[in-house]
């Protein structure tokens, strides 16, 4: 099945641009995404980008996939302490249901 | 539109007990898929309902079982309950979806399900 590895930690300062990255096994996804949990909640869809794109950009964030390498980012500029959560990435691997890292601590400190 | 309501938030069972938790879905998803979230093992797949029927299933001995109702309320039963099934557990609906579709999922607040 699919395995997808996410890095459990990130320590960034507030205004620095933040980097998640994600790596996967299976090359069969059609949809790869990205979730964000806050402190107590559940999981709630960020951005997603379709597989035959290599970037995808919404306000603060830049999605890039490295169909190549099975390498897909999550790039957040001038990252703000609201922005700190757990980052999941996931894909759906051709199935109805998406696979899920383990998802990356955004800290954000002053 | 409401969203993914789960209940209870909370709740604590002693070891050996069983436990239901409850999860109502967006207004016209039909699909309802449980989820065990723990730091150790992070977001990990129990089961995916689709009308009334079990579709997908993770990885998890055959105490945990679900069901979905005609209008696609979803329950998830543990039997004999173990310290380890403390978690937060996660319900999402979701719209029919295809195999390859896009498929967002839509996700509850959880129930944080404590066993002493």
């Known amino acids: 099945g699919e395995d997808v590895e996410q890095s459990l930690f990130l320590s960034v300062r507030e205004g620095d641009s933040s980097v998640i990255n994600c790596t996967y096994t299976?090359?069969?996804?059609?949809?790869l995404y990205w979730y964000k949990q806050e402190p107590g909640a559940g999981l709630q869809l960020l951005t997603y980008i379709f597989s035959n794109m290599d970037m995808k950009q919404d306000q603060r964030l830049t999605v890039l996939l490295n169909k190549k390498d099975k390498h897909l980012s999550l790039r957040i500029a001038d990252t703000q302490t609201g922005d700190s959560a757990i980052y999941f990435c996931?894909?759906?691997?051709?199935?109805?249901?998406?696979?899920f890292g383990r998802g990356t601590s955004l800290i954000v400190h002053p | 539109k409401a969203g993914v309501t789960q209940t209870p938030r909370y709740l604590i069972k002693t070891r050996g007990q069983q436990v239901t938790l409850s999860c109502s879905p967006i207004?016209?998803?039909?699909?309802v898929s449980w989820y065990q979230q723990t730091p150790g093992q992070g977001l990990q797949f129990l089961f995916e309902?689709?009308?009334?029927?079990?579709?997908n299933k993770g990885n998890f001995p055959g105490r945990f079982s679900g069901r979905q109702f005609s209008n696609s309320r979803s329950e998830m039963n543990v039997s004999t309950l173990e310290l380890g099934d403390s978690a937060l557990y996660l319900c999402a609906s979701s719209l029919v979806g295809g195999a390859g579709g896009k498929t967002e999922a839509f996700f509850g607040q959880g129930t944080r399900l404590t066993v002493v």
């Open positions: 309902y689709f009308s009334e029927t079990q579709r």
């Open positions: 299976d090359s069969s996804s059609t949809y």
């Open positions: 207004s016209g998803h039909r699909s």
């Open positions: 996931a894909l759906d691997g051709g199935s109805y249901i998406p696979t």
